[in-house]
């Protein structure tokens, strides 16, 4: 069963892409923010981590450089959520952990490819 932390400030995004998850098998955490991400993180191993970029106080990136820097997710697979065409160059020196991204709105049958294609299923 693959462990998943999913992180966004949307409330709703987390329920919707809890549901998917859990149907396809994971088990499946929250974090509502990137703060509360890296405290879990600290906590407890996950497979795969889904990161909203786009969120108050610190976005995705920043918890990304922190998560990094801090080698809190060594052999965590990471897959960015947002809502442009894809990461720009914000990217850059975080390309080693960043695995792939989803572009918002999202099929339920893409999304579940990529996971499944990054973890290699």
Not at 12 to 17: H, Q, R
Request: proline letters at 3%; one cysteine or more; hydrophobic letters at 45%.
């Amino acid at each position: 069963m693959t462990k998943t932390l999913v992180v966004d400030d949307e409330p709703e995004m987390i329920d919707i892409v809890k549901l998917i998850l859990e149907n396809a098998g994971h088990k499946v955490s929250a974090a509502q923010g990137g703060a509360q991400c890296l405290s879990m993180v600290e906590k407890e191993k996950f497979d795969l981590i889904l990161m909203d970029i786009r969120m108050p106080k610190m976005d995705g990136w920043e918890t990304l450089k922190r998560l990094k820097k801090n080698k809190l997710i060594n052999g965590t697979k990471v897959i960015v959520l947002t809502v442009e065409k894809g990461p720009g160059v914000e990217i850059f020196g975080l390309q080693d952990i960043v695995s792939d991204y989803i572009t918002k709105p999202f099929e339920r049958e893409n999304l579940l490819a990529i996971i499944n294609s990054v973890l290699g299923k």
